[in-house]
């Protein structure tokens, strides 16, 4: 009994047929019928894995971009700093200069290295002591206005009192009107103008200035502006609100005033001991 078997060169021989007229149909199909193309049909089901991976590429490149981006504007935002605190070291120090040939030869600039919180009693602490000449009571200014005097000096460091501070007291007066009064620190840390004449005409945005009254402070620095008027009809009295124009929270350098006032009271007595 004979069986359908064939020779197995025969039958390779003809899958191989197969494939090629499979393979010539749908050639000729593609070509015949562009609109329907067989690679296209045959790709279909894959086609939203391929716009997946298009927009994740896309997606990736856009995120590199940014990275760029960013890293390009911090480190132009870091050399504008650089610039804008390099013009603000040169204005200030040519303000410290203009300053300091406007007063030549009676003013010593010193660095502030310390300031000491207001629990603590408040000040700052300069670089220079007695041995760049400074001593106790000594005036200490700025292109701004007043800061306040020397209250502490030892060999390269010296403790000062600032307005602002507890316990400082200034004799001073409104640059319009003349009016008199102490300025300090109040309980809420506001500076205040006393003991004003009740009289007095003052007007927020007056200049107050130091009066040179008690032989520490010379007549005529700047202090601060009025900013707010009270009654004190218990005292006879005016209260003056004034803002210091220094801005004590940016201060870097000072100028101690070398040449002091006259010392009246010393004056007085010497007065009394040659009578």
């Not at 504008?80 to 203009?98: F, T």
């Not at 603590?120 to 005097?149: A, C, H, K, W």
């Not at 003991?195 to 620095?221: H, Q």
Request: charged fraction near 25%; charge should be positive; avoid cysteine.
């Amino acid at each position: 009994m004979r069986h359908g078997w064939q020779p197995p060169l025969q039958r390779d021989i003809a899958v191989l047929v197969l494939l090629v007229l499979i393979s010539t149909g749908i050639i000729i199909l593609d070509r015949v019928r562009s609109d329907i193309s067989v690679v296209g049909i045959l790709s279909r089901p894959f086609s939203p894995f391929l716009k997946l991976s298009s927009r994740v590429m896309a997606l990736s490149s856009l995120q590199t971009e940014n990275r760029l981006l960013r890293s390009n504007l911090m480190a132009k935002s870091e050399e504008e700093a650089r610039l804008r605190e390099q013009v603000h070291e040169i204005d200030r120090l040519r303000v410290l200069l203009d300053f300091r040939r406007a007063h030549r030869g009676s003013l010593r600039v010193s660095t502030v290295v310390l300031e000491i919180e207001t629990r603590l009693g408040g000040g700052i602490v300069l670089d220079g002591g007695s041995d760049s000449g400074f001593e106790e009571n000594m005036t200490v200014i700025s292109p701004d206005g007043l800061v306040g005097r020397v209250v502490k000096v030892r060999k390269n460091a010296s403790l000062v009192k600032r307005i602002v501070d507890p316990g400082y007291r200034v004799s001073a007066l409104t640059l319009r009107t003349r009016a008199s009064g102490i300025l300090g620190r109040d309980n809420a840390g506001k500076m205040v103008m006393e003991w004003v004449s009740p009289n007095a005409e003052i007007a927020p945005g007056d200049t107050v200035i130091s009066s040179g009254l008690g032989s520490v402070t010379p007549k005529g620095i700047l202090i601060g502006e009025v900013v707010a008027i009270q009654d004190r009809p218990e005292s006879f009295s005016q209260s003056l609100r004034v803002k210091p124009f220094v801005d004590f929270g940016r201060l870097e350098e000072v100028f101690v005033m070398m040449e002091r006032p006259p010392d009246y009271r010393a004056i007085i007595e010497g007065r009394d001991e040659q009578r």
